[in-house]
């Protein structure tokens, strides 16, 4: 990996942005993406994608989606305390929020503040100590005295509170821990993927960038696909990890990219899938099968307009949705090979026979 991957690794991860407020993400991402295409376009809930036109009308439209939002929370009411009740914006597991450091992110400052907890030494004698805390009773905790000093400083309901991380490569090198992989993963891989591509002829209409609010609902990809009208879209995203105590569970890293042939939401077209394997074999790209229990914006998209042939593709990382996410850099340099081969060979005649075959 060279520096300039690594510093744009580095740039991703630590910038802050949950569903919702994803603002300084895509601020960033325009000002990385507009060298790299013909045309930037925004839709109107906050998606933006570049374009690689094509001079044949008939070329095929092609669109990978990320998207910028991660977990995080939102403001749900300061007490008289000067605390502050939240909702979570996205999934998260109890057991890993409590005494974390975030950002508090008001209409005209950021704040540090902190996740609740309960020490040891107030639960002696206490049953259910093992139980799981429930999300809607954890405070955030920004040192504010009093509800008054809290709104003297801007903290409104509605704000954002976003995890605060430093992303750090390991001892053997070969792995990271950041927040967030979970999906700036997408973002990193597209311009990456853009910046190899930039003396290349495409056969095809290329579109890429990333979505809002993916990790409430999937409620940003309807509008980007009804804007841009792909023929085939890909989800670029990353996925939970199950290789802590089994070589046999879904997604195990350094064993490549993932392919989810299934999830609660999409399954596969028949021809999209043998497409991808073979492009894999061909260019000896490891890959690894995955059927996961959620889902990803390629559900979201594979409904809208005529029916368009969706499938995600990413890399799968331990402790995703936490502070701590650790991923593998070769699963992540298999993604972008895959992901760059598959935009040179989609021509008129392979999209049709994906779409049309039978």
Request: glycine share 10%; proline share 5%.
């Amino acid at each position: 990996m060279d520096t300039s991957t690594w510093e744009r690794i580095v740039k991703y991860t630590e910038l802050q942005g949950t569903s919702g407020q994803e603002f300084m993400v895509r601020k960033a991402f325009r000002q990385d993406l507009t060298p790299l295409v013909d045309e930037v376009v925004q839709n109107g809930l906050g998606g933006l994608y570049g374009i690689r036109e094509n001079n044949d009308e008939k070329a095929p439209r092609i669109m990978f989606g990320a998207h910028f939002d991660e977990v995080g929370f939102i403001v749900k009411a300061v007490t008289d305390l000067g605390l502050l009740e939240v909702k979570p914006l996205g999934g998260w597991n109890p057991f890993v929020v409590s005494a974390q450091r975030f950002t508090l992110f008001t209409r005209e400052q950021s704040y540090p503040v902190i996740s609740s907890s309960i020490p040891p030494h107030l639960l002696r004698n206490q049953s259910g100590v093992n139980g799981a805390p429930n999300l809607d009773d954890i405070l955030f905790d920004g040192g504010f005295t009093s509800k008054s000093e809290a709104l003297e400083f801007g903290v409104r309901p509605g704000d954002f509170i976003v995890p605060q991380v430093k992303t750090e490569l390991l001892a053997n090198q070969k792995r990271v821990i950041s927040k967030s992989w979970d999906n700036r993963f997408g973002l990193v891989t597209i311009l990456d993927v853009l910046d190899k591509l930039q003396d290349q002829t495409l056969p095809n209409t290329l579109m890429m960038g990333a979505n809002v609010q993916e990790e409430v609902g999937l409620r940003g990809v309807g509008p980007a696909v009804h804007q841009l009208k792909p023929d085939i879209f890909f989800g670029l995203d990353s996925s939970t990890a199950d290789d802590l105590n089994s070589s046999t569970g879904q997604g195990q890293l350094d064993q490549g990219t993932i392919l989810r042939v299934m999830d609660p939401g999409v399954i596969m077209p028949r021809r999209l899938k043998e497409f991808i394997l073979d492009i894999a074999n061909d260019e000896k790209i490891p890959l690894q099968y995955f059927v996961p229990n959620g889902g990803t914006d390629s559900a979201g998209a594979q409904s809208q307009n005529n029916g368009i042939p969706s499938v995600t593709l990413g890399v799968a990382s331990r402790y995703i949705h936490t502070h701590q996410t650790l991923w593998s850099i070769a699963d992540f340099e298999a993604a972008k090979s895959l992901v760059e081969r598959l935009i040179l060979q989609l021509d008129a005649a392979t999209v049709n026979d994906i779409i049309y075959g039978d």
